[in-house]
């Protein structure tokens, strides 16, 4: 789909609205989301490519779920727009293209001296998690980060500082911080769940020496969770500017 197509569904959806003049068009984000600016007679937006491909119906949903944030609606995502970002379509086009975007990443699983195969093999065989054909595994090239690890739900990616891979880290480190990642994928896609960090705590309490391994964490100077919202929570935002 070209811009002209995606600002005629935009605009026909924002005229319902009480907007005279609409534009929109795709942009490369690394992560999902929509960016806009308005007054109260137009608007563009700037929509993510990962919806290059998605049909009209789709994005008419999502044009008329921004559109009613904007009017302090508080909509939730509709079923047609979570059922798309959560369909193997979506994942069979982007998962490849959101891993280049992302600095430092390598879908490569084996590392100087640790593999991230073993560990989540050993994950599976200890019951924590199942086996999962379309989630991607890597590690982080750049140590500059003090997180463990990343993830993103929708792009089934999660990876690894590469802090980690170090013959002083044990497998245990490696696997309670994969599966510290591995769980938010295996959880999926949840826009209107609630009470989301209470439950990923129970969660990660499944794992084994958990609070040990947590102190570890912190004394390599580094950190489970950062401020904010990790990428892993991140539901398609919407950023006004």
């Given at each position: 789909?070209?811009?002209?197509?995606?600002?005629?569904?935009?605009?026909?959806?924002?005229?319902?609205y009480g907007y005279k003049t609409v534009t929109?068009?795709?942009?490369a984000f690394r992560d999902f989301r929509v960016k806009w600016a308005r007054t109260y007679r137009w608007a563009e937006f700037h929509v993510s490519d990962y919806l290059d491909n998605a049909p009209d119906i789709v994005l008419e949903a999502l044009a008329d779920t921004?559109?009613?944030k904007i009017n302090n609606q508080d909509a939730p995502y509709p079923?047609?727009?979570?059922?798309?970002?959560t369909s193997s379509e979506f994942l069979e086009s982007?998962?490849?293209?959101?891993i280049r975007r992302c600095p430092g990443v390598t879908t490569q699983t084996r590392g100087k001296h640790k593999d991230l195969i073993e560990s989540y093999e050993r994950l599976i065989d200890m019951?924590?998690?199942?086996?999962?054909?379309?989630?991607?595994?890597?590690?982080?090239?750049s140590s500059v980060s003090s997180r463990v690890g990343e993830a993103s739900v929708l792009m089934k990616v999660v990876t690894v500082n590469s802090?980690?891979?170090?013959?002083?880290?044990?497998?245990?480190?490696?696997?309670?911080?994969?599966?510290?990642?591995?769980?938010?994928?295996?959880?999926?896609?949840?826009?209107r769940g609630c009470r989301r960090n209470a439950q990923y705590g129970r969660i990660l309490s499944l794992f084994p020496n958990r609070r040990e391994i947590e102190k570890q964490i912190r004394g390599m100077s580094m950190r489970l969770r950062g401020g904010g919202v990790p990428l892993a929570?991140?539901?398609?935002?919407i950023v006004r500017r």
């Open positions: 789909m070209d811009k002209n197509e995606l600002t005629a569904i935009f605009a026909d959806v924002g005229g319902r929109a068009d795709f942009a921004i559109f009613g079923d047609i727009v979570c059922d798309w970002l982007n998962q490849a293209v959101y019951g924590l998690l199942e086996e999962d054909p379309e989630l991607a595994i890597g590690w982080t090239r802090k980690l891979d170090s013959d002083e880290v044990s497998d245990e480190m490696l696997d309670f911080c994969l599966y510290a990642q591995a769980c938010h994928v295996a959880r999926g896609f949840n826009p929570l991140t539901r398609p935002v």
